[in-house]
């Protein structure tokens, strides 16, 4: 039986957790959050482009905040414990960034229909780092699960079952990754002031860090789970190395990725296509 003191600090901390999530969807997005944005991608804030800022920095934190919540209650769900995973509170984090980089508002068309006529390339948005990290993250996925079943005789209290489940949603979670990348980079981009064009690059440039950092992090939530389903890691310092990997390491890496200073690509000068409403 656990103490009352326990269950209520329990209490207490979930409806912290809780106010946090609702004031982040209802709260003002604080001007430091807007000037950071404008530092990462080198961005003019105007009169024209300053609520398409807000707008954005507003959606995102609604839904990481969002994530993150699910991700602590889902650990009290699945381990049917009172302790949370650091690892899943991060995969939720990382999970409702990714949704709210997919459910922000892009520029709206005009009475006539026109585009930029400027190529976008990944390699404007993401360095080569953010380019390979989900495909990596794969292949680590698919060499993990060669690995573990080759290792399956030394440890039979594993689940190789479960180990090839996560092996299939590491690479599902990949692949809806890098769908949402191409997505993101192939979105409609309307003409419109060239301040507003600057912002939305930008906007678009920081959803494909962030795409990528939550694919990496995520995929590499599933190879935790896929040495942890398989039992092939020995109960030792060995363990708690690997656990600092993808425990810690992993979202370190996702969060130096996700806000990485991204240039500005010009685009706002470019060509238009007008053509028919």
């Not at 809780?18 to 709260?27: E, F």
């Not at 006529?117 to 060499?143: E, F, I, Q």
């Amino acid at each position: 039986m656990l103490p009352s003191s326990f269950i209520a600090v329990l209490v207490l901390g979930l409806a912290v957790l809780l106010l946090m999530t609702v004031y982040a969807a209802v709260g003002p997005v604080p001007r430091r959050r807007v000037e950071e944005f404008a530092r990462l991608h080198s961005l003019r804030v105007t009169v024209g482009n300053g609520n398409q800022i807000i707008a954005y920095r507003a959606i995102t934190r609604r839904w990481r905040a969002a994530g993150f919540t699910v991700g602590v209650l889902a650990t009290f769900a699945a381990t049917g414990t009172y302790g949370v995973e650091f690892q899943w509170a991060l995969a939720g984090w990382f999970a409702g960034a990714a949704v709210a980089e997919l459910r922000v508002a892009h520029l709206d068309r005009g009475p006539r229909t026109s585009a930029s006529l400027a190529s976008r390339r990944a390699a404007d948005y993401l360095p080569w780092a953010g380019r390979w990290a989900v495909p990596a993250a794969m292949v680590l996925c698919v060499l993990n699960a060669v690995f573990c079943f080759a290792r399956r005789g030394s440890h039979p209290e594993g689940d190789i079952r479960a180990m090839m489940t996560w092996t299939v949603v590491g690479l599902g979670v990949g692949a809806v990754a890098l769908a949402a990348q191409r997505h993101v980079l192939r979105r409609p981009q309307p003409l419109a002031e060239p301040d507003r064009m600057a912002a939305d690059d930008a906007i678009r440039s920081r959803s494909l860090h962030v795409l990528a950092a939550a694919g990496m992090v995520l995929v590499g939530s599933c190879v935790a789970s896929q040495l942890v389903a398989a039992d092939v890691l020995l109960h030792n310092h060995v363990t708690g190395i690997f656990d600092a990997l993808f425990v810690v390491g992993f979202p370190v890496l996702g969060r130096i990725l996700a806000y990485w200073p991204s240039p500005p690509r010009g685009s706002g000068s470019g060509q238009a296509a007008p053509g028919p409403a």
